[in-house]
């Protein structure tokens, strides 16, 4: 008996292997990579219905030529990116990949890039600000901004309009909360705020006693600049504890997937300030029709697009912009597509105008906001200021903002 | 005061969450000497239908009797339908857990979603609880789970050690047979234990769901894949595909070579790759300005020795551990092994870790071009597969497979057996750091996640699916392994490849106990009309 289920098994093997039908060589070929397993699935999924959404609009061609959208699943390692990239590369025979999620992937895509000068990658949501902005790739591009760019404008509010003279931080240790902390730290500390402490924690962590019962007692509020399980971890202990400390958010601390979770800690998350390129209850008119399409299309969705959506959406929706413009042309190693992508601009969906800056980074719109309890119940992110324009070196002169060196877990500090 | 206090209390809340966690796992595994790794996957089954008990009546412990009943029953499930099937044969019980712990996993992704939930806790447990002596606010919470912690400890104990049930399951551990002559179902006896275990993680489940959060990614994740498809040989196949399988199969062939011939299966193997892999990235060419450079004249020697010495470190470590427990001790260091590497940013460059490695060039080409890089492969798993097979014909290889079969009677002849041992442990070693030099220029990076737990469980799965009783068994493996790993999420819908992933392995668990060589093997001597000779 057994024999005939390993027969049957090995016998679908085989058969599976014969569907791998290749497709039309007119067809526009676009390799997407998400995290669509473990921890981060439900925002890799998001990320996927960005693309879904982007590709719907354009009707699913580019002048005359089928988009054929081909997904791998990264595991936000960097190993698992340039995997699942050389795949689609150099077995699916993409044109262009959007991706990846995360900060080390998005690294690891941008040195891989070097490697394959005739595709073009696009950036997905990964936000680690050496992907641009220190030894950057011809052929990478990233319409939106870093981890940095997503807190222009909270740091000013914390210390200007809520009075925060010393703050405490609590963030992963790793290359994105780095960038964050930057973000928030630099014009904190220069309108004359203090960070006495920083505490990085190892990613995945679940016990944070050790921290919440660190934090100092003399701080106005705590930045905290953690993603999914990790915040809600947190910000749970710190209720349980009684913390009563006011939170500073960073991007993906207050995103709408962790305003869609369950729990008591939500309470305390109201008033609580952020920085971010999204925000799923703005109001500008962009906004409205883009979320409109993205609940319409997508009923099982989060309530509003999350960062991950919005963010490939706008990788994509610049890629087919941009083979429209060439008549999806991409002979001579997609040099004229290229050079469509360079000049693009665009309106995106929070209003502003997207455009690259030499590094090919996106010069973006950032918002600070703040979290309020909706008439039913649920919460949400509303707009408090809008900041225009953000360039990657945070509006200061790129070679003194170079110069200050690669960011760390002492690099900035002003104690 | 106040500090040492909080700290104290910090410890043993932590202390007393873990062993609710962990005691249905330590009860299955010291009664029935299963490793049980589908038990985080029943702890988070418990705590989503404790979350939806409690949500739907708003009682806080009509949750965590749900979710401990929900845990019981599929645990019974799983050692009624599947463990209880290779009772005593430990290493294939423990994979199967793996390949049931990816399918629950990837089912729940699916039906809970990928969001974060967490329990609403009675209002009376609710925020802060003022410790009288410290004059600071405790989260109440963490104090009733001292206590319910303490609470199950005992009832664990008691129905253990004073109940008829207790006693039974104890006799049928020392002695199944026995116990069977005398008329008792021993079969339903270890599927209440591992019922009374699924209770314990539901429970447990839903009690860290209201302490912590509950999330799906805390089980362990690795891909098992699925295709074949017709070969051209591009560089894509030449490289990603049979490139990386030998690689694997390399580090996989150190597995196989210590389960085969010393009789102990190694979690750490992936971790002696990484060492390897590591100096070459310290002491090579990288773009993360950590480490210095020296020739790879130089470097390869010293990645080579540093692999091997890790391997008798941990030989050293493990050498009186046999069986189940070899497994432990050696995951134990593989893992404590990936907490360094991710914190310590002085050698190992943190979370980070080192891009931009290359492989040296040989009169101006680059090992790495396709061709030259393959050919190297290729030859570096030829040398491997001779070195492995004139080692154990050696006089130290003969003795190693004398400790295998018996320790004491090689000590009795006056032959220590820890040199032994260390030294099958170094060859190892060796053998894993030449696969991770290769895989550091396949990957030109490494980072903890190159030798995290789902590196080191793909070796693991590689050598088990390829089969531990030949050395070649690593290559079919590996090769298995590769091709399933690129292409399941093409033949699948992507929201479920990991389930399909799941099934296969298990598939192959259960149907080809030597693996695929041992299956190719058979059927190869069916097809010449042999008699199968029983490989013991």
Known sequence: MFTNLKTITMTSVLALGAFAAPASADDIKIGVISILEGAFAALGQDGIRGIELAVAEAGGEVAGNDIEVIVMSSDASPDSAVNAARKLIEQDGVDIIVGPLSGSEGLALRDLSKSFPAITFVNGSSAAQDTTLRDSSDNFFRFGGDGAQWMVGVGNYAHDDL???????????????????????????????????????????????????????????????????????????????????????????IDQSIL??????????????????????????EWKSFSASYTEQFPDGFSAPSIFAHHYYMGAHAAI?????????????????????????????????????????????NF???????????????????????????????????????????????? | MTFFLIVTLNGLTLAALYFLAASGFTLIFGLMRTVNMAHGALLLLGGYVGFEVAKATGVWPLGILGGGLAAAFAGALIQFGILGRFQGDELRQTLASIALSIIMADLMLWYWGGITYQVALPDALTGGFKLPLLGVGYAAIRLVLIVFAVVIGISLWLIIAKTRLGAIIRAGVDDREMLRALGFDVAKIFIIVFALGGLL????????????????????????????????????????????????????????????????????????????????????????????????????????????????????????????????????????????????????????????????????????????????????????????????????????????????????????????????????????????????????????????????????????????????????????????????????????????????????????????????????????????????
């Open chain 1, 368 to 415: 600070v906001t703040e979290v309020f309890e909706r008439e039913d119940g649920t919460l949400g992110n509303r707009v408090v200021k809008v900041v225009r324009d953000v360039d990657q070196s945070l509006g200061q002169d790129p070679a003194a903002f170079l110069a200050q060196g690669p960011v760390s877990r002492d690099n900035p500090s002003c104690p």
């Open chain 1, 321 to 365: 912009l941009a083979l429209e413009e060439v008549n999806g042309d991409l002979s001579g190693d997609q040099a004229a597509f290229r050079a469509a992508l360079t000049d693009l601009q665009f309106v995106t969906p929070t209003g502003g105008t997207m455009r690259l800056d030499e590094n090919r980074n996106g010069i973006v719109d």
């Open chain 2, 201 to 536: 993680a539901g429970m447990a489940g839903v009690v860290a769901a209201s302490a912590l959060s509950i999330a799906p990614g805390t089980d362990l994740q690795f891909l098992l894949p699925f295709a074949l498809v017709p070969l051209f040989a591009n560089d894509f196949w030449l490289i990603q595909i049979f490139g990386r399988a030998l690689i694997l199969g390399i580090i996989a062939l150190s597995l196989t070579f210590l389960a085969a011939y010393l009789g102990v299966v190694s979690f750490a193997q992936a971790t002696m790759a990484g060492v390897a892999g590591y100096t070459v990235a310290y002491f090579g060419p990288n773009t993360v300005d950590v480490g210095r450079e020296l020739p790879f004249y130089v470097v390869l020697p010293l990645a080579m020795i540093m692999a091997t010495l890790s391997g008798a470190l941990i030989g050293l470590i493990a050498r009186r551990s046999q069986g189940i427990y070899a497994i432990m001790i050696t995951l134990a260091v593989g893992v404590a092994f990936f907490y360094f590497t991710r914190q310590n940013y002085t050698y190992f460059n943190g979370w980070t870790g080192f891009s931009g490695i290359r492989a040296p060039e040989i009169s101006g080409r680059s090992l790495r071009e396709p061709l030259p890089f393959y050919l190297l492969i290729i030859l570096v798993a030829a040398l491997c597969l001779t070195f492995v097979n004139g080692f154990i014909k050696s006089p130290l290889g003969l003795t190693i497979q004398a400790v295998r079969d018996g320790p004491k009677r090689v000590l009795a002849i006056g032959i220590p057996t820890t040199p032994v041992i260390v030294s099958a442990y170094a060859f190892a070693g060796l053998i894993a750091g030449s696969g991770g030099i290769l895989n550091v220029w396949y990957q030109e990076r490494i980072s903890s996640f190159s030798v995290g737990l789902g590196p080191i469980v793909d070796i693991l799965v590689i050598a088990v699916i390829g089969g531990l009783k030949h050395p070649i068994g690593a290559f079919i493996g590996a090769l298995a392994f590769v091709l399933l790993d690129t292409f399941a999420v093409d033949f699948i819908d992507r929201e479920r490849f990991n389930t399909l992933i799941g099934l296969v392995l298990l598939a192959i668990i259960m149907g080809a106990p030597d693996g695929l060589h041992g299956l190719a093997k058979s059927w190869l001597s069916r097809f010449k009309n042999r008699p199968i000779k029983n490989q013991v």
């Open chain 1, 163 to 253: 009075g925060y003279e010393k703050v405490a931080v609590v963030a992963e240790d790793y290359s994105f909360p780095y960038t964050q902390v930057l973000g928030f730290m630099g014009e904190f500390c220069a309108a004359g705020g203090t960070v006495p402490e920083k505490f990085w924690t190892p990613i995945g962590a679940s016990d944070y006693s050790s921290i919440v019962y660190s934090i100092p007692a003399d701080v106005d509020a705590i930045f905290v600049a953690l993603g999914g399980a990790d915040a809600v971890n947190f910000l749970t202990q710190y209720n349980q504890a009684g913390g009563d400390k006011p939170i500073i958010g960073g991007s993906i601390t």
């Open chain 1, 260 to 285: 869609d979770s369950e729990g008591p800690f939500k309470q305390q998350l109201i008033g609580a300030p952020a920085g971010t390129p999204t925000v799923s209850d703005f109001d500008g008119a």
